[in-house]
């Protein structure tokens, strides 16, 4: 997907469940994970193709190993589990530009019940780009100065972050522009 192939990236997600659930035990607690885990990276890559109807398809058969498992979990460092669809859900709505959506899934999650700090971190970035979307700035900044609290190099070190910022500061009033300007500054001096 990073090289610009979420077509293939789709189809590669989608193949690989399908060969992992042929292969092994799928009542264990780590293969569900792993295959839960495909299936969402092939959601968001089908929203980055645009295709709405497959990425809720793949988040929805997500949504079901996510409760046939019945935890939160970082089985085999996938961060599977129920909340970790909910917040693939938002990633999707981000993708397909479904700001509203977005947003209301991002206020379904319980942030404590992500196992990782990044993945807290991402979950509050997408809700970002939400509310930028949607042009909320002040709860843009809100968002990206939270997921900087969880895992401050998340923030400081991704060139996309950063171009968010930057989108924010665009986007922003005129009140809240300047605010937004002396965070960026904070951040990239800090990288």
Do not use: C
Not at 57 to 83: S, Y
Not at 166 to 182: G, Y
């Amino acid at each position: 997907m990073a090289s610009g192939h979420a077509r293939e990236g789709v189809r590669l997600a989608i193949s690989a469940a399908d060969r992992l659930s042929a292969s092994v035990n799928m009542d264990q607690p780590a293969a569900m994970s792993v295959y839960g885990a495909l299936l969402l990276r092939g959601a968001i890559a089908a929203a980055r193709e645009e295709d709405r109807d497959q990425a809720y398809e793949l988040l929805n058969f997500a949504a079901g190993t996510a409760e046939h498992l019945g935890m939160d979990g970082n089985l085999l460092w996938t961060a599977f589990g129920p909340t970790n669809v909910t917040a693939h859900r938002v990633a999707v709505a981000v993708e397909l530009g479904d700001a509203g959506s977005a947003v209301a899934y991002a206020k379904e999650i319980d942030l404590a019940a992500l196992k990782l700090p990044e993945r807290k971190a991402m979950v509050l970035l997408d809700t970002a780009r939400a509310y930028t979307q949607w042009g909320k700035a002040d709860n843009a900044l809100g968002a990206i100065r939270q997921a900087e609290r969880y895992a401050p190099e998340e923030v400081r070190r991704r060139p996309a972050v950063h171009q968010l910022i930057d989108e924010l500061a665009q986007r922003s009033p005129a009140a809240l522009r300047r605010r937004v300007q002396q965070y960026a500054a904070r951040v990239r001096t800090s990288a």
